[in-house]
């Protein structure tokens, strides 16, 4: 479908404005990254769903992010589009190797996540150990990072070092 250059335009623009959408309360009331009270954790997972950071070259890696709400009232988090969770992989330089997002696309529609006092929710992804180049990470010492994907403030886990055997 063809789309006409002002609307297209548009679009655009309005998707760039909502990259910048903040967190809100439960009665859509804006906070900022100081006032929202969230933690997370990102653990790595074996095949057998045992937390560890060493894994053998080509063995699936399993991201498990957990963010709880720590506020005693219910928190609603609105992201700019159907994107609700990221995770990463980092060289020791910091150079990203390769991302869940990567290729994939997300509807550019305001997605809202509601978190009930205490709530965790766990958001998940097996990784294959390929980057975004699309060729096998190699035997090393890595970052792995999970965080929900929002521009004024973060909500991220702590990198968790992952170390890929030969």
């Not at 789309?3 to 404005?17: D, S």
């Not at 550019?108 to 978190?115: D, H, K, M």
């Not at 965080?147 to 070092?161: D, M, S, T, Y």
């Amino acid at each position: 479908m063809d789309m006409h250059p002002t609307r297209l335009a548009l679009t655009l623009l309005i998707g760039m404005l909502l990259s910048f959408a903040p967190a809100c309360d439960v009665n859509n009331r804006p906070t900022s990254g100081l006032d929202v009270k969230f933690s997370a954790s990102l653990v790595l997972r074996d095949g057998a769903g045992n937390a560890t950071a060493e894994f053998d070259a080509g063995e699936p890696v399993t991201f498990e992010l957990t963010v709880t709400n720590l506020l005693s009232e219910q928190q609603r988090i609105v992201f700019p589009d159907s994107q609700t969770f990221e995770f990463e992989i980092r060289d020791p330089s910091g150079q990203k190797l390769w991302n869940w997002a990567h290729g994939q696309a997300f509807l550019t529609v305001l997605t809202a996540v509601e978190f009930a006092p205490g709530e965790s929710k766990r958001f998940t992804h097996t990784w294959d150990q390929t980057g975004n180049d699309g060729r096998a990470v190699g035997p090393g010492d890595y970052d792995a990072r999970g965080f929900l994907p929002i521009q004024l403030f973060g909500v991220r886990a702590r990198p968790v070092g992952l170390k890929i055997a030969s």
